[in-house]
């Protein structure tokens, strides 16, 4: 039903920018919250920022001021503006979909239902 589909990851050097996109269907952003995490090998996967149904973002601490979520709600599509990037911004970036309970926990990837399969981003120094 729901399919998620990231794009937009690559190699780039520290300092550059990289923007990844989400294309969802089977569901509507009016109804889901959305969310990109990462994880890197090794460790536990974590929210980079969401995203929920009336536009309103957060974001982790690491990543505020440099990163920037932003939807389309007609096409259907997430974003993730990646500014400044850090080697230890590397890591698989993926989508994921949440349609209850959007408001708490924001950033916990347990909370998120679907899933993309990621874009990988790596940042070199």
């Known amino acids: 039903q729901v399919h998620l589909e990231e794009s937009g990851g690559g190699l780039v050097q520290a300092g550059g920018s990289l923007r990844l996109s989400c294309t969802a269907s089977g569901l509507t952003f009016d109804d889901y919250a959305m969310g990109w995490f990462r994880q890197a090998p090794g460790k536990e996967r974590e929210g980079v920022a969401t995203?929920?149904?009336?536009?309103?973002?957060m974001y982790a601490d690491s990543v505020k001021g440099r990163f920037t979520i932003t939807k389309d709600n007609a096409k259907n599509t997430l974003y993730l503006q990646m500014n400044n990037l850090k080697p230890e911004d590397t890591g698989m970036y993926y989508c994921?979909?949440?349609?209850?309970?959007?408001?708490?926990?924001?950033?916990?990837?347990?909370?998120?239902?679907?899933w993309g399969q990621g874009t990988q981003v790596t940042v070199s120094s």
């Open positions: 995203i929920d149904p009336s536009g309103s973002p």
């Open positions: 994921a979909a949440r349609g209850v309970d959007y408001s708490v926990h924001r950033l916990d990837p347990s909370r998120y239902g679907d």
